[in-house]
């Protein structure tokens, strides 16, 4: 049977066909990418990812940068992941483990003047689109007035050109609110509590602290881990790839229980960012997900943020 008036189904066909799976998040959706998940010929599957941060690069004593762990496997994977200009690409400087190091390149005026120019420089000749500090963590005074004159001195040279300052910071420590006018984004890293406590209760109140020391919620990135971890004795923790799929594993047994992990806790999040009018969610990390779009919590936060 021939239709009489094909425009009108042709158009709502078009308005009602789902979004393609590489679409943006209409909130910011961002994902570490640590250079051990990556290999030459390996393809991003990012869905609807908005921002990925390549982890990481390491901090030198007199300021200078060691850039070597931003493999060119990772800045390959970044530039196929801005091919169709949908994906902001950054690098993280920091992690685990080096917070003397950042306390040591921001402590002098001469220090924090190359830690900034070695960032931008590295910026410049990758054509990154900006920059995320990761100082696990200041402590004392003198250490935030360093960490806030750092801030100032990079965001100042970033800026001009359009790049962006993000920082990943601990769910309880909370930048001076000096601070917030130089970064465009917080990386909560709100994977699960240290203590075995009331799992949403811990969560909004990481959110309340941060609101409190005056961070605005538009800048405000609930981190979420792709990863089962148990919540005390040896805190195990199990890549969410590994418990889904032909091949899932159990967890081992546990007299303290696992943090939520896969859609519960992606869900918590997405109600959460939606409520409080936040930013959106970051994942910790890449690696971690289920490389089957089936079961792949990277696509089921992209289509939460969609929404």
Not at 44 to 54: A, C, E, I, K, S
Not at 190 to 205: K, V
Request: one cysteine or more; glycine letters at 8%.
């Amino acid at each position: 049977m021939m239709l009489k008036n094909p425009v009108p189904v042709i158009l709502l066909l078009f308005l009602t066909a789902p979004a393609p799976a590489d679409e943006p998040a209409k909130r910011t959706l961002a994902v570490y990418l640590p250079d051990y998940r990556v290999k030459a010929d390996t393809e991003p599957q990012l869905y609807g990812t908005t921002h990925l941060v390549l982890f990481s690069a390491k901090p030198n004593d007199n300021g200078s940068v060691d850039f070597s762990r931003i493999t060119p496997e990772l800045l390959a994977f970044g530039e196929k992941a801005k091919a169709n200009g949908r994906v902001k690409v950054t690098f993280c400087v920091g992690g685990w483990g080096r917070g003397k190091l950042f306390a040591n390149a921001v402590s002098s005026e001469a220090s924090r003047a190359r830690f900034v120019d070695d960032l931008v420089a590295f910026c410049e000749a990758q054509d990154l689109d900006g920059v995320d500090i990761d100082w696990e963590f200041p402590r004392g005074d003198q250490e935030h007035a360093d960490f806030a004159l750092f801030l100032e001195g990079l965001s100042g040279k970033l800026r001009p050109s359009g790049r962006i300052l993000t920082v990943a910071l601990g769910y309880s420590r909370p930048l001076p609110a000096k601070c917030w006018p130089f970064i465009d984004q917080v990386n909560l890293m709100s994977y699960q509590p240290w203590s075995e406590e009331p799992y949403e209760a811990w969560l909004s109140e990481s959110i309340d602290r941060f609101l409190e020391a005056g961070l605005p919620p538009e800048k405000l990135l609930l981190g979420v881990g792709f990863y089962a971890k148990e919540k005390a004795g040896e805190r195990r923790a199990i890549s969410w790839k590994h418990l889904v799929g032909e091949d899932a594993k159990e967890r081992p047994a546990s007299g303290h229980g696992y943090w939520p992990v896969g859609k519960e806790a992606c869900d918590l999040r997405l109600r959460l960012a939606k409520e409080r009018g936040l930013a959106g969610v970051m994942v910790w990390d890449y690696g971690h997900d289920s490389p089957d779009p089936e079961h792949s919590l990277l696509r089921y936060l992209a289509e939460g943020l969609r929404e």
